[in-house]
């Protein structure tokens, strides 16, 4: 089969694509590469006269002031018609969001039904912000989410911008619009799927596909210092409640000064990403989620103990008997609570990296993962 995968902003797309490709199909994928992270991708639509050309660059925000015409989003949906012709003959196409192609929604829209009209089918995958996700967690109905500081505090609505903008009507048009063509709706962890089953979607829920031929699991060594790992995003430090972590650290560092080292890194590109904490005994990812992210999956394969989302609903759903995670909250004295525990009891980091590692084989392996993708969009 001929699968083109739109958007990536974790890798998830690019571990599907290696598990395809692993059973026989051929896989491209579609994107901008996200920024900094820098992702593979094949086919490339990243706005570059507009960030990289020194006329444009000084102009971009005033122009965007002057019209309300952002130009990046413009040179994104050029790059896209241009790849556009060549875009056919796939038997599945799957969009990462309804804004995968991150251009303004009536371009998508036009872009979305010509993708239709020259191949099989399309498939939404349900990974972040998304219409019927962000009204159930601007309901407040959940006891937190991603957007519990803007719930706590409206004046920090410029940071909330991003998931904000799919209440808006022309976003929400597209979200609609999109779910109308796709041939299923999937979700790829419980922070996604339980929102939008409360919404009243009818979903399909694959867990995140994580590479375990690639990402070698190393049992955590002890004979040192504790190694504990904050990598920081500035574009979203409030949504996974970094200051939380940030807090705790501090206490961390003058209570054990003696017995952990402390590594902080910020927006630095992936693939030095997964480098630097290579050595680390401890991630620490999120306080907002119920489930783990794409970041915490991989350093938990790799034998790490990973501060994320691990809630009850989470462990109900896998029927997990031991720890395989921390469940990170919003309070900074549990958190120390957490890591004191660990930091005094090291053979416990030993026995949740062992069980991480299983859990991420049993539950994430990206072949397994593949093949479930295949049989929801009806081609197994």
């Not at 989003?73 to 241009?82: D, L, S």
């Not at 519990?148 to 909330?160: A, G, H, M, V």
């Not at 957490?338 to 030993?350: C, D, W």
């Amino acid at each position: 089969m001929k699968i083109l995968l739109i958007g990536e902003y974790s890798r998830l797309h690019n571990s599907l694509k290696e598990g395809l490709t692993k059973l026989g199909h051929e896989v491209y994928i579609l994107g901008t590469g996200d920024g900094f992270k820098n992702y593979e991708i094949d086919y490339n639509i990243a706005p570059r006269l507009t960030i990289k050309n020194k006329f444009f660059i000084n102009g971009v925000s005033a122009f965007r002031k002057l019209t309300g015409i952002d130009l990046h989003k413009v040179e994104m949906a050029v790059n896209f018609k241009r790849r556009l012709p060549k875009l056919k003959g796939f038997d599945h196409i799957q969009l990462i969001n309804s804004d995968a192609l991150q251009t303004y929604p009536d371009y998508q829209i036009k872009f979305y039904d010509k993708l239709i009209q020259n191949n099989k089918q399309i498939s939404l995958l349900i990974c972040g912000d998304e219409t019927p996700i962000v009204d159930y967690n601007l309901s407040g109905k959940l006891k937190y989410s991603v957007l519990t500081p803007f719930l706590e505090d409206k004046s920090l609505r410029k940071y909330f911008k991003y998931s904000l903008k799919y209440t808006t009507k022309s976003y929400r048009r597209l979200f609609e619009y999109v779910s109308g063509i796709s041939n299923v709706l999937i979700t790829s962890d419980l922070d996604y799927e339980l929102p939008m089953r409360k919404m009243g979607y009818t979903t399909t829920f694959i867990p995140n596909p994580i590479n375990t031929d690639k990402l070698k699991y190393t049992e955590p060594v002890i004979e040192g210092k504790i190694i504990i790992f904050l990598g920081i995003n500035r574009l979203s430090y409030l949504k996974k409640g970094t200051v939380y972590f940030e807090e705790a650290l501090k206490i961390i560092r003058e209570k054990y000064t003696d017995k952990v080292e402390i590594i902080v890194t910020e927006n630095i590109p992936y693939a030095e990403y997964i480098k630097l904490y290579e050595s680390t005994h401890i991630l620490l990812d999120q306080v907002y989620g119920y489930d783990q992210g794409y970041n915490a999956l991989e350093a938990m394969a790799k034998g790490k103990v990973v501060f994320t989302g691990a809630e009850t609903e989470f462990i109900a759903h896998y029927n997990l008997k031991e720890a395989v995670a921390i469940n990170a909250v919003p309070d900074a004295k549990q958190i120390v609570e957490q890591l004191s525990y660990l930091i005094e009891n090291p053979e416990k980091i030993i026995e949740i990296s062992k069980n991480a590692r299983s859990f991420i084989e049993r539950e994430h392996s990206y072949i397994k993962i593949a093949e479930q993708y295949l049989k929801a969009w009806g081609l197994k």
